[in-house]
């Protein structure tokens, strides 16, 4: 198993920023995807942004909704994403899902609460 644990979030203002964090531990895996959803209650879960590696290399991608806002990186080391959000609006309020796909299966994090006011 994987466990993925998030970080960070909270309350911010409009305009303001926020980091999360997710560090995976467990067992060796190959990573493919790692990234973050949200969720909205009633609406589906959106991936905000991700990366994926390819033949050793990884590129990130990101939710039309965020580009240029959002920027995620990562640390292979530590098998760690962060996602630094800036430019917060309240339609970024939501719960943040750190998530692996890995040759393994894919893996979730618990979640953790991101409020924006305005």
């Known amino acids: 198993q994987v466990q993925l644990e998030e970080s960070g979030g909270g309350l911010a203002q409009a305009g303001g920023s926020l980091r999360l964090s997710c560090a995976a531990s467990?067992?060796?895996?190959?990573?493919?995807?790692m990234g973050w959803f949200r969720q909205v209650p009633g609406k589906e879960r959106e991936v905000v942004a991700h990366?994926?590696?390819?033949?050793?290399?990884?590129?990130?991608g990101y939710a039309n909704s965020v580009k240029g806002r959002f920027a995620i990186s990562k640390d292979n080391a530590e098998n760690k994403v962060d996602l630094q959000m800036n430019s917060l609006t309240p339609e970024d309020t939501a719960v943040y899902y750190c998530?692996?796909?890995?040759?393994?299966?894919?893996?979730w994090g618990q979640g953790i609460q991101v409020n924006v006011s305005s």
């Open positions: 998530y692996a796909d890995t040759t393994s299966g894919r893996f």
């Open positions: 467990g067992r060796t895996v190959t990573y493919v995807t």
């Open positions: 990366f994926t590696w390819y033949n050793g290399a990884a590129s990130a």
